[in-house]
């Protein structure tokens, strides 16, 4: 980090009078997520980090521990509960509550609200409940959107898992600026640098276009088998066993992943869920942490050492999986 570039955009005396007010916000609203989305907005929209940190995501982790992925997720679900609930009648809400919402246009965030609040079993709302009304309400996520495709990022906690398996993630090779601000990698590639032609090394995180993942599964399964630059990688797919891409993946440990992932876009294009099943896959070397980190997402099949046809089954241990 240049501290002599970060020193060198001077803030005025009302800005950092601004800024101490809003992080007095921050403070002592740690798990109050409305106000606290409102003061982290300002504090990125008007830039009022620069003085000690270079970028917004610098600046939320290391003054405050917050992840750039949850202050992200603050920063939308103020805008939901701001339109959904302008009066400030429903106080028990949660971010949890309106996270589901965020994909869905103003208009159809009231009525998706409204009906979720109305059906709540015994009258306590649950973020569980809100999903099931957006999906029933015929909004569950695709793919891709009405008019072409579109970037979707991985859920959260499937990000969470990747980390305590790989420990660090230093590439994504498939990946772009807003995808990385949840990922975190040391480095990614895009679309526009083409992550295929790329040099690839350490621990890699890969969650390939779904339109084009038999080029991505070969590369893996090289770098990892063959010129070995790859140490260790966690794939993540659709569970189509009937490719022959996948086929190739049965030499390494595959969880199937219970239920369906909702993947999501910040810019709330149509659609969060995936229509059908997902898979990870473990290049690596510690076969046991994998079956038991992933185990809490779905059942995994691992590989017997010693026994090539040989395989083991690690039930899935009941934790939610989307």
């Known amino acids: 980090m240049n501290l002599a570039t970060i020193t060198d955009h001077k803030m005025t005396t009302p800005e950092r009078a601004r800024l101490a007010t809003l992080e007095e916000v921050v403070e002592s609203n740690l798990r109050g997520f409305e106000k606290l989305g409102e003061a982290l907005t300002e504090i990125r929209d008007s830039k009022l980090y620069r003085g000690a940190h270079p970028t917004f995501e610098d600046y939320v982790r290391d003054r405050w521990g917050i992840a750039k992925s949850h202050a992200y997720r603050l920063i939308s679900a103020k805008e939901v509960v701001r339109n959904v609930d302008p ?11 309106v996270r589901p919402l965020a994909s869905l246009d103003p208009e159809t965030q009231k009525e998706v609200f409204e009906k979720a609040v109305e059906s709540a079993p015994g009258g306590k709302l649950t973020a569980r409940h809100v999903e099931e009304v957006v999906e029933s309400s015929g909004h569950s996520v695709r793919m891709k959107a009405k008019k072409g495709p579109v970037e979707w990022y991985t859920p959260d906690h ?21 995808a990385n601000k949840w990922v975190e990698a040391d480095k990614y590639y895009t679309l526009e640098n083409d992550g295929l032609t790329q040099p690839w090394s350490g621990s890699v995180w890969l969650n390939p276009p779904y339109d084009n993942v038999g ?11 063959k010129d070995r630059n790859v140490d260790a990688a966690l794939l993540l797919v659709n569970a189509n066993t009937e490719t022959n891409w996948f086929r190739r993946l049965y030499d390494f440990d595959i969880c199937f992943i219970k239920g369906r992932l909702k993947f999501w876009n910040p810019d709330k294009v149509d659609g969060l869920g995936a229509p059908h099943g997902n898979a990870l896959i473990y290049f690596g070397f510690d076969p046991d942490l994998f079956a038991e980190q992933a185990s809490k997402i779905g059942t995994v099949i691992s590989r017997t050492v010693g026994d090539p046809y040989g395989r083991k089954i690690t039930e899935w241990k009941g934790a939610q999986s989307g």
């Open 87 to 97: 009066d400030g009648d429903h106080m028990e809400l949660l971010e949890g509550h």
């Open 215 to 225: 080029p991505w599964v070969d590369r893996l399964i090289w770098e990892y088998t």
């Open 158 to 178: 499937i990000i969470e898992l990747a980390y305590n398996i790989l420990g660090d993630i230093n590439l994504d090779p498939a990946s772009n600026e807003t």
